[in-house]
């Protein structure tokens, strides 16, 4: 984990309140509860699952197109890094899609994070609102899983509509 991130946990965990610490026959300790509450929160694996499905087929989809001498326009999958040219092998592009989707669980990871330690603060805080704060917390994750799914794979979901055409339309061999 990089420095700057545990020196901002440990920041935001020394803001907790004594109370929240406090350990009771029923209760767990609070960074279990965060970490348990992320790992079993769907909003916190559904952006990179459907981002990976998306690059995968994408990729997939593209290969009878570059075996036919065409070139990928997406800077992130050629050799040079630059749009327009020849694409990395499927193997390397296959490794760059699953780091790609490893970054985008880290980042839907690191906001569930985030927004479960800010909502057990706040109910510590206010604990008359706790319905509210919990459901407002459940909005912020699904509107920011909503955002970072659609932001990474609706593009490659194009894609793969206009690769098989174009293979349709050319009459390659899609198989």
Do not use: C
Not at 49 to 72: C, I, N, Y
């Amino acid at each position: 984990m990089k420095a700057w991130l545990v020196a901002i946990v440990l920041i935001v965990l020394g803001l907790v309140p004594g109370e929240v610490w406090a350990q009771s026959e029923e209760r767990r300790p609070f960074g279990w509860d965060v970490a348990r509450s992320v790992l079993i929160d769907p909003t916190t694996y559904v952006p990179a699952v459907l981002s990976h499905e998306a690059m995968r087929r994408d990729w997939k989809t593209s290969q009878v197109l570059f075996a036919h001498g065409w070139v990928e326009m997406n800077p992130r999958f050629t050799v040079s890094g630059l749009p327009n040219d020849v694409p990395v092998d499927y193997q390397e592009g296959t490794s760059r899609i699953h780091r790609a989707s490893l970054t985008i669980l880290y980042h839907s990871a690191l906001n569930n994070v985030g927004a479960q330690v800010t909502e057990r603060l706040l109910v510590a805080r206010y604990p008359r609102r706790t319905t509210l704060v919990r459901t407002l917390s459940w909005v912020e994750r699904i509107a920011f899983a909503s955002i970072l799914a659609y932001r990474n794979s609706a593009d490659h979901f194009r894609q793969v509509s206009i690769n098989r055409r174009l293979a349709s339309e050319y009459g390659y061999d899609t198989h």
